[in-house]
């Protein structure tokens, strides 16, 4: 996610526009989206039983006296139920027009065998049989 804002000096922040703030509500609000009604979702055959989401980078700002004009984060989602994909992707959407930020999607990966890459949607391969890795 990139959010944009406009640069000032912190003695002055009605002159800006920080970015980092609009990117700690969006995930504040993503947070709170995602541990009332994905996390909670659970999917018995998996190890890990829940979608998980993970904010794995913020980059933002250029100094503590200046109002941050870009942030950056990176978030993953792992998730456990295909239907979190669709409903995460529109959270996202939907936040991302509040709160004024682009998306880059780096990666959307079906799940896919390891043994043979069959794409695959339950605990065993439809093609070989095994049993999947990270399901019970």
Same mark, same amino acid.
């Given at each position: 996610?990139?959010?944009? *804002?406009?640069?000032?000096?912190? @003695?002055?922040?009605? +002159?800006?526009?920080?970015?980092?703030?609009?990117?700690?509500?969006?995930?504040?609000?993503l947070d709170d989206f995602y541990t009332e009604n994905i996390k909670t979702d659970i999917e018995e055959n998996f190890e890990i039983p829940?979608?998980?989401?993970?904010?794995?980078?913020?980059? *933002?700002?250029?100094?503590?006296? @200046?109002?941050?004009? +870009?942030?950056?984060v990176h978030i993953d989602f792992r998730t456990a139920k295909k239907n979190h994909t669709e409903i995460l992707d529109n959270k996202v959407n939907e936040l991302s027009k509040k709160y004024e930020c682009d998306i880059n999607l780096i990666e959307k990966l079906p799940n896919y065998c390891p043994h043979c890459g069959t794409k695959t949607t339950g605990n065993y391969c439809s093609n070989c049989g095994i049993k999947l890795l990270g399901t019970k």
């Amino acid at each position: 996610l990139e959010f944009k *804002g406009i640069k000032a000096h912190a @003695s002055n922040p009605i +002159k800006g526009k920080s970015a980092n703030m609009n990117a700690v509500k969006f995930l504040a609000e993503l947070d709170d989206f995602y541990t009332e009604n994905i996390k909670t979702d659970i999917e018995e055959n998996f190890e890990i039983p829940y979608t998980t989401m993970n904010v794995g980078v913020i980059n *933002g700002g250029s100094g503590g006296n @200046s109002v941050s004009a +870009k942030c950056d984060v990176h978030i993953d989602f792992r998730t456990a139920k295909k239907n979190h994909t669709e409903i995460l992707d529109n959270k996202v959407n939907e936040l991302s027009k509040k709160y004024e930020c682009d998306i880059n999607l780096i990666e959307k990966l079906p799940n896919y065998c390891p043994h043979c890459g069959t794409k695959t949607t339950g605990n065993y391969c439809s093609n070989c049989g095994i049993k999947l890795l990270g399901t019970k």
